[in-house]
C-alpha cells in the first residue's frame, strides 16, 4: 500500500488507500486492546481507540472538502496529527506491558507508513480535486 498515486476514478473515501489503511489499523487497535486491563478503560484504551478512529474519520472528511485543496491538506494534516498521537498511546501501552513488540513494532511501522501516504496527498492535494 506504500504507492499513494490512487486510481482515477475515486467514487467515495473508502476508495482512497490511506483510508483503508487507516481503518484496518483502527481496526487491529480495537482488537488489540480489548485484553487491556479493565482499569485503563477509561484511559489509555479509550484514548488508543479514539485517536486511531479519528484518523480515518478526518480523511473521510478531507475527502468531502476536496474540492478546496487548502481544506483537503488541512484535514489530511488533523488525520496525520492524530495518527502521531496514537503512536505516542501505542507506545505507553507497549512500556506497561500490554502489547507485544512485535505487535507494537507492527503497528508503528504502519503508521509511519501512512503518515508518509498523508503527507504526499497533503503535499499533492490538487491532485484528489474532483473534475
Known amino acids: 500500500m506504500e504507492n499513494t498515486d490512487q486510481p482515477a476514478a475515486l467514487r467515495g ?14 481496526m487491529q487497535i480495537f482488537d488489540a486492546s480489548k485484553k487491556f486491563p479493565k482499569d485503563e ?13 479519528s484518523v480515518a474519520a478526518n480523511i473521510a472528511e478531507g475527502f468531502r472538502k476536496r474540492q478546496y485543496p487548502s481544506m483537503f491538506s488541512s484535514k489530511m494534516a488533523d488525520a496525520d496529527a492524530e495518527a502521531t498521537e496514537t503512536k505516542v498511546w501505542l507506545d505507553f501501552a507497549f512500556d506497561c506491558a500490554y ?33
Open 13 to 26: 473515501h473508502r476508495d482512497l488507500w490511506a483510508y483503508q489503511l487507516a481503518y484496518k489499523l483502527a
Open 41 to 53: 478503560r477509561f484511559s489509555l484504551t479509550d484514548q488508543v481507540r479514539r485517536s486511531s478512529r
Open 99 to 131: 502489547l507485544s513488540e512485535g505487535a507494537h513494532a507492527q503497528l508503528t511501522t504502519d503508521y509511519e507508513q501512512l503518515g508518509r501516504m498523508l503527507g504526499k496527498m497533503m503535499m499533492e492535494a490538487k491532485k484528489f480535486t474532483p473534475a
